[in-house]
C-alpha cells in the first residue's frame, strides 16, 4: 500500500512540475507583421495589394474627391447635391470650406487615409526588401517588386500632393510605428517625383525583370506585354496635358485627350510628373490666386 501512495505522489509532483509552463501555441490568425514581411512571397503579394490599396482609395467610393476632381477639370458635370460635385463644378469657384463638419469632410479624409495607408505599405515593403541578405527569389524579381514599391509610393504621395495643402512625407527608413509631421504639398510632390523616377530608374535598368505579372495593374485590360520596362516611361511621357494645378486662366477647358493608349486605372495615373512639377511652379508664382492643391486642404 505504502509504494503505491509513493508512486502516486511522484506521479503528482510530475503532473504539478508539467502545469508550471504553460501550453504555448502559435495562433497563426493573429495579425503578425513581422512574420508576414519574413516571408518572400507574403512579401511579394503585400507590395502588389499596395496597388489595390491605392486604386481602392481612389475609385472605391462615390464620396472619394474623384467626382469632385471630374467636375472641377470639366471632365464631367454635374449640379446634383451628391459627392460634393456641387460645390466644386460652379464658376466662379466656391469658397472651400474645411471646417469640421463641412458636408464632404468624410469622403475628404478618406482618401487622406487610404492614399497614406497606400504609400505606409509601399515603404514597408521597400524597408524589407533593403535588408541585407533578404530576397524575393531572384535579383530580377527583387528588381521588379522594388519599382513597383517605389512606383506606388511615388502616385500615393502625388495624389496626396495634388489635393491636399499638407501631408506625411513617407520613406522606407520612417518608424512605422511613428506618425511623421505634416509637411507642404509642394514637398510632398518632390517626394513622389523622386519615387517616380527611382521606379522608371530601376525598371529601365533592368529589363529582363519585366513583364509584370498580369495580376499586378489591371489584368483584364492591360495585357503582360505591355506592362515592361517602357511603361514606366509613360508614367512621364504621355501627351495628355494635366489640369489639376493650374489657374484658371492657364487651364484648357475644354479638349479631349490625345493619348491612344487605353484608360486604364494605370493611364489615370500617367501625367503625374508632368503635373507634380506645375504644382510646384505654381505654388512659387505670385500672379496664380487659385490655389494648386484646394479640394481637400486639411488645414481649416
Request: charged share 20%; glycine share 8%.
Amino acid at each position: 500500500m505504502r509504494p503505491l501512495r509513493y508512486l502516486l505522489l511522484i506521479a503528482g509532483v510530475s503532473l504539478l512540475g508539467a502545469c508550471e509552463d504553460p501550453l504555448r501555441v502559435t495562433n497563426v490568425n493573429d495579425p503578425d507583421r513581422d512574420r508576414v514581411l519574413s516571408q518572400p512571397a507574403d512579401l511579394e503579394k503585400f507590395i502588389t495589394d499596395s496597388w489595390s490599396a491605392f486604386h481602392n482609395g481612389q475609385f472605391a467610393a462615390n464620396d472619394a474627391i474623384r467626382p469632385q476632381v471630374l467636375v472641377a477639370g470639366l471632365e464631367n458635370f454635374s449640379d446634383l447635391a451628391n459627392f460634393g460635385m456641387n460645390l466644386r463644378v460652379a464658376i466662379p469657384r466656391n469658397f472651400i470650406d474645411n471646417q469640421r463638419g463641412n458636408p464632404v469632410e468624410g469622403g475628404n479624409y478618406r482618401d487622406f487615409l487610404r492614399f497614406s495607408r497606400s504609400a505606409r505599405s509601399a515603404a514597408v515593403g521597400l524597408a524589407q526588401l533593403a535588408k541585407p541578405g533578404f530576397s524575393i527569389g531572384t535579383p530580377a524579381a527583387d528588381a521588379r517588386a522594388t519599382a513597383f514599391a517605389r512606383f506606388v509610393l511615388g502616385v500615393s504621395l502625388g495624389s496626396l500632393a495634388l489635393v491636399y495643402d499638407s501631408a506625411s512625407i513617407i520613406t522606407p527608413e520612417d518608424d512605422p510605428e511613428l506618425v511623421p509631421p505634416l509637411s507642404s504639398y509642394t514637398a510632398v510632390s518632390a517626394a513622389g517625383l523622386a519615387n517616380l523616377d527611382e521606379a522608371i530608374s530601376i525598371a529601365q535598368a533592368n529589363p529582363g525583370a519585366f513583364p509584370l505579372p498580369t495580376t499586378w495593374l489591371s489584368p483584364r485590360r492591360r495585357p503582360a506585354r505591355r506592362t515592361s520596362s517602357a511603361w514606366y516611361d509613360r508614367i512621364g511621357h504621355n501627351s495628355a496635358r494635366p489640369r489639376l494645378g493650374l489657374p484658371p486662366s492657364g487651364r484648357r477647358w475644354t479638349g479631349t485627350r490625345s493619348s491612344p493608349m487605353p484608360r486604364t486605372a494605370s493611364r489615370r495615373i500617367s501625367g503625374f510628373k508632368r503635373t507634380l512639377r506645375v504644382v510646384g511652379a505654381s505654388a512659387g508664382s505670385s500672379s496664380t490666386s487659385y490655389p494648386a492643391a484646394g479640394i481637400g486642404c486639411t488645414s481649416s
